[in-house]
């Protein structure tokens, strides 16, 4: 059983910039497909970018361009660095397998606002 931990979230203004960590235990790193996932309010849970275990990366149409992600299978981490951020990337971020393949941790909630 994988246990996911998310950190590094926090009330940024727009324009700003954070980078998230997730990381795994209970288990080797080596899931084929790695995302992050986010949920604003009274939205549903979506997939903003997954990275494969060669490092192919893919990334939703909002956030492409302004956002990171990478792996570090060694360390049994994943992280996202999320640039030029917008109120609308408001929503708790969490990691997990592509497809969810694990118990969702806590995640960590990111507010963009002025």
């Known amino acids: 059983q994988v246990h996911l931990v998310e950190s590094g979230g926090g009330l940024v203004q727009p324009g700003g910039s954070l980078r998230l960590s997730c990381a795994a235990s209970?288990?080797?790193?080596?899931?084929?497909?790695m995302g992050w996932y986010r949920q604003a309010p009274g939205k549903q849970r979506e997939l903003v970018a997954s990275v494969s275990i060669d490092g192919t990366k893919n990334y939703a149409d909002v956030v492409r361009g302004r956002f990171t992600i990478s792996r570090d299978n060694a360390k049994n981490t994943m992280y996202l660095q999320m640039n030029s951020l917008k109120p609308e990337d408001t929503a708790v971020y969490y990691c997990?397998?592509?497809?969810?393949?694990?118990?969702w941790g806590q995640g960590t909630q990111i507010t963009v606002s002025s």
């Open positions: 997990n397998g592509v497809p969810v393949t694990w118990p």
């Open positions: 209970g288990s080797r790193f080596s899931f084929p497909i």
